[in-house]
């Protein structure tokens, strides 16, 4: 079946200008997370999405940071102003949350995303 | 100090080599652990969940000791097809915190 799905693969923008990500999710996944991996580093964790509840944020770097989730389903990440440190590869990832920790995440392809 | 901490590597081993990479994690209170598998430009992909005690699938073994905090990965007869980067990861209140990782070369 599908996997995650995330657009554009790769976006090169202007310092200074708004950039949003989308994310598709498997069909039927309730959580949705969104990381950051910078060039050689490890995931780094921004948010995460679990049905209606209220997402967790306390991942967002800045205030220029933002994600929504329409209808339980698409996700979209918005960096406003972006810097030069915004560059790194976003990454999206669902999983079914049946609860217990057995989770697994499927990762999208992810965005590389080059502010210059 | 991070919520999992890897070796970086790299470990450079031949072809049929048996290599182990350990991983620490800081919380106790962590529900389950995984193994995922980086490629160069590509996104992880599950390579092993961990939960008690470990686990094994074909020339991959897992264990966790809760004891001493750590995971360890083991690979049995590496294939030239296992370079790649190991991801360590804890799972506890809904989050996922991954590891930097452990690069693998390995070489003919």
């Known amino acids: 079946g599908a996997g995650v799905s995330q657009s554009p693969s790769n976006k090169v923008t202007e310092k200074g200008k708004d950039v949003e990500l989308r994310c598709d999710p498997i069909?039927?996944?309730?959580?949705l997370y969104w990381y950051r991996q910078s060039l050689g580093q490890g995931l780094e964790f921004l948010i995460y999405f679990q049905g209606n509840s209220a997402p967790d944020k306390s991942g967002l770097p800045s205030d220029r940071f933002s994600a929504e989730r329409t209808g339980g389903s698409v996700s979209t990440l918005t960096i406003q102003r972006t810097q030069q440190e915004d560059s790194a590869v976003y990454l999206c990832?669902?999983?079914?949350?049946?609860?217990?920790?057995?989770?697994?995440?499927?990762f999208g392809p992810g965005t590389r995303l080059l502010v210059l | 100090r991070k919520e999992v901490e890897q070796d970086p590597g790299p470990f450079n081993v031949p072809e049929g080599a048996t290599v182990a990479f350990n991983c620490t994690y800081s919380?106790?209170?962590?529900?389950?652990f995984f193994w995922y598998r980086q490629d160069c430009r590509k996104e992880p992909k599950l390579l092993m969940s961990v939960y008690s005690s470990g686990n094994e699938d074909g020339r991959f073994t897992a264990q966790l000791n809760r004891a001493s905090q750590y995971i360890s990965l083991l690979i049995r007869d590496s294939k030239l097809s296992d370079s790649a980067t190991y991801l360590c990861?804890?799972?506890?209140?809904?989050?996922?915190?991954f590891g930097s990782g452990t690069k693998l070369n390995v070489k003919p």
């Open positions: 990861v804890d799972y506890n209140f809904n989050k996922f915190y």
């Open positions: 069909s039927g996944h309730t959580a």
């Open positions: 919380n106790s209170a962590s529900q389950s």
């Open positions: 990832a669902s999983s079914l949350s049946t609860g217990g920790g057995l989770e697994t995440q499927y």
